[in-house]
């Protein structure tokens, strides 16, 4: 007689699966987990080739359409800046392919009110915010070398809206990586600061944009700091050159602010996850420090700007990683999902 095959687990009654090993197999959740913390590396991927799209003058590529490249659904690039520019469109709807998948993974295995649920539903929210914003820069040709008022604009709200996706995916991938999770309230004082320094990141990350948009629009002719600062505020300066200096100033005050954040929030809560991503906040920031300096006096060649906003998603993310331990609590933080 045939080995009768053992049937699935049955759902519970808010619609997500059990945590149950089936025959041996490994635990969902932990194939979930291992999802969860590829796609927030891929989304990051995505968003670095973004930068390359716009530094590479690449943005036009597809010309003034939208889904499709050129017109065309299934379009043969015949230009470099035509198959970077597909090359990230198709990188990008893949992005929220898998979101969708997680959204569904995250309902199927995580019940009502679960933190991987709720953040899982707000990163669906904001791919197709950042869709959206896309659509908006093609259409309107705010590329290439367009200085228009509404392109500057856009870039930092494509930013901000990029920060709160990968935020949500950060989220996700940390509830998703510690099981029994039991949250506990973040003391008021600790959660003013998570928030303060939370919106130092996203307006340095803001005017960030913003300059990056001039080094690529109007990149820096003169040589030394103090014809640099000439140039950018001449009679004849673009507003995108006259922008240009405000970055550095906020980030190094924003820098100082988050770091010493990152020395205080250990004190609210003693637990190894707190401090180990506070840790990782503070060293993040000092190498950012470091390349921002770099990339003023190099002129913020290209591949320096794709390291400088890599290493700006890390601080970024070590921030939520932080506010994530934080709620997480102490004798549960750092606990790993395992196979059964």
Not at 256 to 277: D, G, I, Q
Not at 291 to 313: D, K, T, Y
Request: with cysteine; glycine share 8%; charged share 10%.
């Amino acid at each position: 007689m045939a080995a009768q095959m053992p049937s699935p687990p049955p759902l519970t009654a808010d619609g997500a699966a059990p945590l149950v090993s089936l025959g041996g197999a490994r635990d969902p959740r932990s194939r979930f987990a291992r999802f969860s913390r590829a796609l927030l590396g891929y989304t990051l991927g995505v968003i670095l080739f973004g930068a390359a799209v716009r530094i590479t003058d690449s943005g036009a590529g597809c010309g003034q359409h939208w889904p499709t490249c050129n017109g065309d659904v299934l379009h043969v690039p015949k230009s470099v800046t035509t198959l970077i520019e597909l090359t990230h469109r198709v990188t990008s709807g893949l992005s929220v392919l898998a979101i969708l998948a997680l959204l569904i993974g995250a309902y199927r295995l995580y019940p009502r009110g679960h933190s991987v649920r709720a953040s899982a539903v707000f990163s669906f929210v904001m791919i197709l915010v950042e869709a959206l914003i896309g659509m908006l820069i093609v259409l309107m040709r705010w590329v290439v070398h367009d200085a228009s008022f509404g392109r500057i604009l856009a870039l930092p709200l494509h930013l901000v809206s990029t920060s709160l996706l990968t935020a949500a995916l950060a989220w996700c991938a940390y509830f998703a990586s510690v099981q029994d999770v039991k949250p506990v309230a973040v003391p008021r004082a600790a959660r003013s600061l998570l928030w303060l320094a939370g919106f130092g990141i996203l307006l340095v990350s803001a005017t960030g944009a913003v300059t990056a948009l001039g080094d690529t629009v109007y990149p820096v002719q003169a040589s030394g700091f103090a014809a640099r600062i000439q140039e950018d505020q001449g009679l004849n300066a673009h507003l995108l050159q006259r922008m240009r200096s405000i970055h550095p100033f906020v980030a190094v005050l924003v820098a100082a602010f988050v770091a010493y954040v990152a020395m205080l929030l250990p004190s609210y809560r003693s637990s190894n996850a707190v401090r180990r991503a506070s840790m990782a906040l503070a060293v993040s920031i000092a190498v950012q420090l470091f390349a921002g300096v770099l990339n003023v006096f190099l002129s913020a060649p290209g591949p320096l700007q794709v390291v400088h906003l890599l290493i700006a998603n890390i601080v970024w993310i070590s921030l939520i990683f932080v506010a994530a331990a934080l709620r997480q609590g102490e004798a549960l933080a750092g606990t790993s999902v395992r196979a059964e």
